[in-house]
């Protein structure tokens, strides 16, 4: 497989797991992170050769900038991008909604994937001169569900996330970029810690029709399987991993 690979939100749970998992799969992977610098570099150092861990927030255009550029020089033009950094918040009813937590939520969750996704196929695309590439964008079965009483916001902002998906994959296909997202159902992760509900994943994980949340291993596999050749023919896809929600 190889290439390079971009993973956002990469110091812990999905993302960790994506970055460890792609280095098996021989490539040099690029974890990001916003504040987890030291969960980020023992990642990078763990994995080994070909691993850098580079500060970003997603949403500030100049931290994507600067990501990109640091990955063109240090391992190469990225042919692989995950965009999968991404918060919650505390569980709550629409009409609770603070302009503040709503221009967080859909700044790092919607438009830091399109940020990332600009640099990606300025560098990925025929158009410009690329050789092609892949981008797994990170939704979340919540798009499809909604999210009502607790997260209205976070799943209005992943069904954005699955319409930019499909739009881009239309847009970007004939040039040599395939796009497609995972949404991922309870996934036993640290984002649930920003809920203010510690025992939701295990409460909401068994009563899935699989009966128990999902691991970030298992959604790892997808994403690196729709980065893979595997999936060739598969673009402008949404892949649920959510033990039948």
Not at 77 to 87: D, E, T, Y
Not at 90 to 99: D, I, K, M, Q
Not at 222 to 227: F, H, P
Request: charged share 25%; proline share 3%; glycine share 14%.
């Amino acid at each position: 497989m190889g290439g390079v690979m971009i993973v956002t939100g990469g110091s812990r749970g999905i993302g960790a797991a994506t970055a460890r998992l792609a280095a098996t799969r021989g490539y040099a992977v690029c974890v990001n992170y916003r504040r987890e610098r030291d969960a980020a570099e023992r990642l990078a150092k763990e994995i080994g050769a070909g691993a850098i861990a580079v500060a970003g927030d997603v949403s500030d255009e100049g931290d994507v900038l600067r990501l990109f550029e640091t990955v063109d020089r240090e391992l190469g033009p990225v042919s692989a991008l995950v965009n999968n950094a991404g918060i919650v918040d505390l569980g709550t009813r629409v009409e609770a909604l603070t302009p503040a937590r709503l221009q967080r939520m859909f700044a790092v969750n919607v438009f830091g994937s399109f940020l990332c996704a600009r640099e990606a196929v300025k560098r990925m695309s025929r158009r410009h001169g690329g050789k092609g590439g892949v981008i797994v964008n990170l939704s979340s079965i919540a798009a499809k569900l909604g999210g009502p009483g607790e997260y209205v916001d976070y799943a209005a902002a992943k069904g954005a996330i699955d319409t930019f998906t499909v739009g881009l994959a239309k847009e970007v296909g004939d040039e040599g970029i395939r796009v497609n997202a995972v949404r991922p159902g309870i996934i036993r992760t640290e984002i649930h810690l920003s809920s203010g509900d510690p025992g939701r994943v295990e409460r909401i994980g068994a009563a899935a029709p699989l009966g128990r949340p999902g691991k970030a291993e298992e959604v790892a596999r997808v994403i690196l399987w729709l980065a893979s050749e595997e999936s060739s023919y598969m673009s402008g896809a949404l892949v649920d991993v959510s033990g039948g929600r």
